[in-house]
């Protein structure tokens, strides 16, 4: 039996649905429960998950090694020395703005392979780069964080992770998202030529209208696992941004007091954190009460 590790793309076709908020407090409840933690965001956009976790100063240095290089096999370095250490120890390889031109790095590494006979499938190079790091034994979660429009970041992501975490806007913008949900999995599948699991479909900002209830039903009725929902927390979510930290941290440190919805979302995040664990039988060695924000073993990490 080799080491089993949890890998998961937290994707989402409309903006704005949450969806760096949600992989980067996901990436801290596994960590915080005791499991190795390495995040991969390929979203080239600032105000990304490396500017959340404050680790972005280098994305317009064009003289470092960038996981671009890696992916066009010109690495000037080991992939083990892209990696930045955050809090609660959650790794992450930083974005760069060289993942703007990701296409056109590989489309030219493509051609100039099949001038001498060689192939050079696209889609398949995060997954190498990993593999020959050795993340799968090295982590017990890997996430990746893709743009939400389709491309070689998407198609890298969801050929190295296999599985997707879907957040959900239920309102009229995210209505046609929803029923596409279902064609939108078989497309990538049929693109790519894997299968896809979807680990679970994740409402987010539902402030529990009737409409809002119907179309979380609509997504259940369709099999998709609905494990938690979250509620409207603009302000929990804004603070993260302007404190460039988690949602555990940030009430942690940077709330005077306690707040009853705050906790409930942390300890949503924590118990879709075990949800996503159970489905990939991996369990977490000290997985804290729901939402506890104490600082006791279950906090500190060593």
Request: net charge negative; charged share 30%.
């Given at each position: 039996m080799g080491h089993y590790m949890l890998s998961y793309s937290v994707y989402s076709e409309a903006g704005g649905v949450g969806k760096?908020?949600?992989?980067?407090?996901?990436?801290?409840?596994?960590?915080?429960?005791?499991?190795?933690?390495?995040?991969?965001?390929?979203?080239?956009?600032?105000?990304?998950?490396?500017?959340?976790?404050?680790?972005?100063?280098?994305?317009?240095?064009?003289?470092?090694?960038?996981?671009?290089?890696?992916?066009v096999d010109r690495a000037n370095g080991e992939f083990r020395d892209l990696i930045r250490s955050t809090e609660h120890g959650v790794d992450i390889v930083p974005e760069h703005n060289r993942l703007e031109d990701l296409g056109e790095a590989l489309r030219k590494e493509r051609d100039a392979r099949s001038d001498f006979g060689e192939s050079f499938p696209m889609w398949t190079q995060l997954q190498r780069v990993l593999r020959e790091a050795n993340v799968n034994r090295r982590y017990d979660v890997l996430i990746v964080d893709p743009p939400a429009s389709s491309g070689p970041q998407l198609y890298n992501a969801l050929d190295a992770t296999r599985n997707l975490v879907l957040p959900?806007?239920?309102?009229?913008?995210?209505?046609?998202?929803?029923?596409?949900?279902d064609d939108l999995v078989t497309n990538l599948e049929e693109q790519l030529e894997i299968s896809i699991g979807v680990l679970a479909a994740v409402p987010n900002r539902v402030k529990g209208t009737r409409d809002q209830a119907a179309i979380i039903e609509e997504i259940e009725a369709q099999g998709f696992d609905v494990p938690v929902i979250f509620g409207d927390r603009t302000s929990l979510l804004e603070?993260?941004?302007?404190?460039?930290?988690?949602?555990?941290?940030?009430?942690?440190?940077?709330?005077?007091?306690?707040?009853?919805?705050?906790?409930?979302?942390?300890?949503?995040?924590?118990?879709?954190?075990?949800?996503?664990?159970?489905?990939?039988?991996?369990?977490?060695?000290?997985?804290?009460?729901?939402?506890?924000?104490?600082?006791?073993?279950?906090?500190v990490r060593v």
């Open positions: 760096t908020t949600l992989a980067a407090n996901l990436a801290v409840a596994h960590a915080r429960a005791g499991l190795d933690v390495l995040i991969v965001p390929l979203d080239p956009q600032d105000g990304d998950l490396s500017y959340l976790f404050d680790v972005d100063h280098d994305r317009t240095d064009s003289a470092v090694d960038t996981l671009v290089h890696h992916l959900i806007e239920p309102s009229g913008k995210g209505q046609a998202s929803v029923s596409g949900l603070g993260c941004w302007r404190k460039k930290c988690s949602a555990f941290t940030y009430v942690t440190e940077h709330r005077d007091r306690r707040r009853d919805y705050e906790i409930d979302t942390l300890a949503k995040f924590d118990e879709l954190a075990r949800h996503l664990e159970a489905t990939g039988d991996i369990s977490a060695p000290n997985p804290p009460e729901p939402g506890s924000i104490e600082p006791d073993g279950a906090e």
